[in-house]
């Protein structure tokens, strides 16, 4: 990642209520094995395409998962120095509302660019997945989805509810950065889990 400091990292907060009770491991849902951690440099050069921030999923399980596109619900929410909000620009319609015929592959637009998906096995190819349906964590395996935000929205800062397809790239100043996401499994089971940072000055120079 861009950067002149050391990246910062970060345990995400789940949202909502969880069970406080020890779990025994033979009742352990699959998601619960799964660590989520945001990774950041502060301070970013803005001469290297915008404000980055990485995803990171570490599968401490035993076994294989194969989770929902954790793409698919990542929203990234950005103030100014004063706090007004800094709007992403629109993407596309949610994939479950995109018709599709059998397998065709579905061309989802996003708010945000996918730099890269790594993992420490160094395994080539990750990023070509990164408009799958379906994402496979292999036990034991970090995955780091890496997001840049190169473009936001052209628009008056002060307008809050008006959103606009203008766009413009984003400027050097500091933001205020926080990151929400949905853990789903990619089968019919109702486990889901959701995350989000807590909120982070970066300076993009």
Request: aromatic letters at 6%; hydrophobic letters at 35%; zero cysteines.
């Amino acid at each position: 990642m861009a950067g002149q400091d050391r990246p910062y990292f970060e345990d995400f907060k789940e949202i909502g209520d969880r069970p406080t009770t020890i779990i025994r491991s033979s009742d352990r849902q699959p998601l619960n094995d799964i660590r989520v951690r945001i990774k950041v440099d502060k301070r970013q050069p803005i001469s290297e395409g915008g404000l980055t921030v990485g995803m990171v999923l570490v599968n401490e399980s035993q076994q294989d998962l194969t989770i929902s596109n954790p793409l698919d619900s990542l929203q990234i929410i950005l103030q100014d120095e004063e706090g007004w909000p800094v709007k992403m620009p629109s993407g596309g319609p949610p994939r479950v509302l995109i018709n599709t015929r059998g397998d065709a592959p579905v061309d989802i637009v996003r708010p945000f660019m996918v730099e890269a998906i790594e993992n420490s096995l160094e395994e080539t190819g990750l990023k070509e997945k990164q408009g799958d349906e379906k994402f496979f964590l292999k036990k034991n395996v970090t995955y780091e989805f890496r997001i840049n935000v190169p473009m936001i929205q052209d628009s008056d800062k002060r307008a809050i509810a008006v959103n606009t397809t203008k766009t413009k790239q984003i400027e050097k100043g500091k933001y205020k950065l926080k990151v929400l996401f949905q853990l789903l499994l990619s089968n019919d089971s109702p486990e889901n889990r959701q995350f989000e940072s807590g909120e982070m000055d970066i300076e993009l120079i």
